[in-house]
Every structure is written in C-alpha cells, then in structure tokens.
C-alpha cells in the first residue's frame, strides 16, 4: 500500500512539474525566447531545487523528472529556440530616418583601366545552391542545382585605399554623407509614417555599439546607433579615421555606392549565384568557404564575433571590428574573407520566395525581377552575402556560403562593404 501510494505521488510530481514546464515553455515563447534553452532549464532546475529542499522527500522525484521528462521539454524549447533564430540577424537595424538622398545623379565615367590586376578566375560549372545544414532559413531553400559561366573576381573586398582612388578621381559622395530627403525617405515606410524632427534628418550611418551585458537579441537598437558624421572616412563617427588602415575593407557603403564605384572601375557586382558558386571555391555541399570543420575549431579561419553577442568578443581572430584583407587564408579559388569580415554587396534584389519560383533558372540567373521581404515589405531591398565580423553561430552564422541577407540599396553600415566581377 505505501508503495502504492508512493508512485501515485511520483506520477503527481511528475504530471504536475510536466505542466509546469509548459507553462513555462509558452511564457518563454511570448518573450520571444530570450535566453536560450540550457539557460532556461538551468534556471527552471535550480528554482526547483530550492523549493525541494524544503520538502526532502521530493528529492528523488525531482531528479526522476530531470532525467526523464525534462529532456524532451529542453528539446522542444531549443526546436523554438532554432526556429526564433531564423528571425534574427546582424544586418537588422533599427528603424531609420537617415537613408533615401537626393537622387543626384553623378555621372560616373570608367577609368579606362582594362587590366585585370588583383582579380582572380572563376572557371564557371554546376553547384548545389542553397542551404547545407539545419542553420539555415527558410530562404535557402528548396537547394536546386544552378550553373555559372566563367567570370573573374575580386580576389580581396574593395580596401579603402582602392574606394578612395575612385574618390578622389570622380568626386562622388556618399549617401551616408548626405543629407536625407524626406520626401524621397518615405516612400520606403509605411503610410503615414510621420515626419522626424530635423534634427534627425542629417548625413550619418550606423555604427556598432556593444552593450554591457546580455540584451534581447530581437531588439537592434541594443547594440546599432545612427551617428552623425560617421561614413566611410570617419567609421566610427567623427573624431575616427581609415588613417593606417588602407588595407581594409571599405565600409558604410550603401549598394548605390557600390555600383558607382563598379562603374568606374569596369566591373559589376556579382549576381547570388555567382557570389555563392566562388565562395564554395570549388568544393560540393560544404557549409562553410574552408569546408565543414567547425568555426572554432583550430587556427581562426575568418574574422567573427567569437563569444556572447554583442557584449563579450574572445577575439581570438585577433580583431573586434574589421580586420585587414588577406588576414587569414584564402579558399579553393584563391578568394580571401569570403566569410566573415563585411558583408558583400550583390546586385540581385532581395527576394525570400525567389528559390521556390519557376523565376528561378539553373543557367547563369541574374536573381529575382522584385524585392520581397516579408519582414518589411514597403522597403526594397537588395541581397548581401558573406558575414561580417559581427557573426556568431548563436545568432546568425552569416559566414555560411549559402546565407543570404538583405538590406535596403542606401543603407550604409559599419559592416557592409563589396567586392566586384568582370565578365570574360
């Protein structure tokens, strides 16, 4: 009878905690999951062993229920967790009032240079493009087979040394240098979006900001600041300077800015396909541009944020912000930081549907005829790959050579910069 008695408090405790643990599971979604699923049972567990200790003779019933039904509940939570993370992204930014310009139009002349100096060749074939593993969004897929032609590309990002030779030889400026025009700004945003003080109204362009510890990683205002006067000169603002750093990579150029500069220089931004097809560098179905083998794992292969976003970088690639070009090896191509460092323009619309339309051909596709975001419909946007020195696995692994990324074509950031093609 006591025994009896015993397995019916056991399944008491049981079914109770199991209820518990729901519970907890649909308040953790409606804060939109912001600690993640070991956290969550870590703090679950321990506000349950205080309660326990209290009533002794519940001990064994409590670790009875870690070890059987706890698992599948940590499961299902981390499933939430993955699913969340599709949502979120480094290249999310808060709401903007310093985008759309004047749409001057500069008349960009080529230089005349015809070489090829700097580029390296891509032979052009078939490949999987699309998704590789369980991180990736519901953009990347359905993967389908795609063939490129030959072409030639960039083997570095444009470096500032590169982007201020085009300056000084055109005059051109910057949209992050430039005032906004409203009346060209809101037609990007909802209707009756209402005007911002003038005040806000002035050249700037986001800039990185880490924060003092653990933040809601839905909210981009956290750690990205709109600052006046920062640009591709002035990275972190004024009072910053590209000084000693003429081997890096431009940065605060919006997807105008780099179409300005292929013109000049006889190129063109490379299509998504193309982008993805070198950044495989020849290697089938891997994750990454070196291949399958973890981040972390041995020598720092690219240049991300290596420990909790966006408060606490381990710096183990040895830089927190941007890092020189040819700071780490190339891949099968012969192309370096094809992951990580910044983003890389291309010039395809963003299109989140555009792998599951028949719009979608396997030769040679030029990308998507519209922008579709389903987060921001009433922004056009155009597509980025490659990561950037912010990226983390636990937030949007953005150096995997299938992610895509999207942002609107005059938005400049501290982390997007581009490299071009030439045809063959």
């Known amino acids: 009878m006591k025994n009896f008695v015993l397995i019916l408090v056991l399944l008491s405790v049981e079914i109770g905690l199991l209820v518990i643990c729901i519970i907890k599971k649909a308040y953790l979604q409606v804060r939109s999951e912001r600690i993640t699923a070991n956290r969550i049972n870590s703090k679950f567990i321990r506000m349950y062993l205080n309660q326990m200790n209290q009533y002794k003779f519940f001990n064994f019933c409590l670790l009875l229920f870690i070890t059987s039904v706890m698992p599948a509940c940590k499961n299902k939570q981390a499933e939430a967790v993955i699913k969340k993370k599709e949502m979120i992204s480094c290249m999310k930014v808060p709401a903007r009032f310093a985008s ?7 008349n960009i002349l080529s230089n005349g240079d015809s070489s090829n100096a700097g580029m390296v060749l891509i032979p052009g074939g078939e490949f999987m493009m699309g998704g590789d ?6 953009d990347e897929f359905p993967k389908h087979k795609v063939r490129v032609h030959k072409f030639l590309m960039d083997a570095t990002e444009v470096t500032n040394a590169q982007f ?3 300056v000084d030889a055109t005059g051109y400026v910057t949209i992050a240098e ?6 060209e700004l809101k037609k990007s945003l909802p209707p009756g979006t209402a005007k911002p003080d003038e005040s806000v109204l002035v050249a700037s362009s986001l800039v990185f900001k880490p924060t003092t510890g653990p933040v809601d990683l839905n909210d981009y205002s956290q750690w990205w600041s709109w600052v006046k006067g920062a640009d591709w000169k002035h990275p972190q603002g004024p009072g910053s300077s590209i000084e ?3 081997n890096y990579p431009v940065a605060h150029v919006s997807w105008e800015d780099a179409q300005a500069y292929c013109k000049w220089s006889g190129k063109r931004l490379p299509t998504e396909a193309e982008w993805e097809f070198a950044a495989r560098g020849s290697l089938q179905n891997q994750i990454y541009s070196w291949g399958n083998k973890p981040i972390n794992n041995g020598n720092a292969k690219m240049n991300s944020w290596e420990g909790e976003f966006p408060y606490h970088n381990l710096q183990k690639d040895n830089y927190f912000t941007a890092a020189p070009v040819k700071s780490y090896q190339p891949n099968g191509y012969g192309l370096y930081d094809m992951s990580g460092n910044v983003w890389e323009w291309c010039s395809d619309w963003y299109d989140a549907n555009y792998y599951k339309t028949p719009e979608a051909v396997t030769d040679n596709p030029k990308g998507s005829s519209k922008s579709f975001d389903p987060d921001d419909p009433y922004t056009p946007k155009r597509s980025l790959r490659g990561g950037s020195f912010l990226c983390n696995d636990s937030y949007c692994s953005g150096y995997r050579v299938a992610r895509r990324m999207k942002s609107s074509p005059d938005t400049g950031l501290e982390h997007t910069g581009f490299r071009c093609v030439k045809d063959i």
């Open 100 to 106: 759309a310009t004047d749409s001057d139009k500069i």
């Open 133 to 138: 593993n369980n991180q990736a969004s519901a």
């Open 164 to 166: 201020k030779k085009f």
């Open 178 to 183: 430039r005032k906004p025009n409203w009346e």
């Open 244 to 246: 000693g750093k003429e």
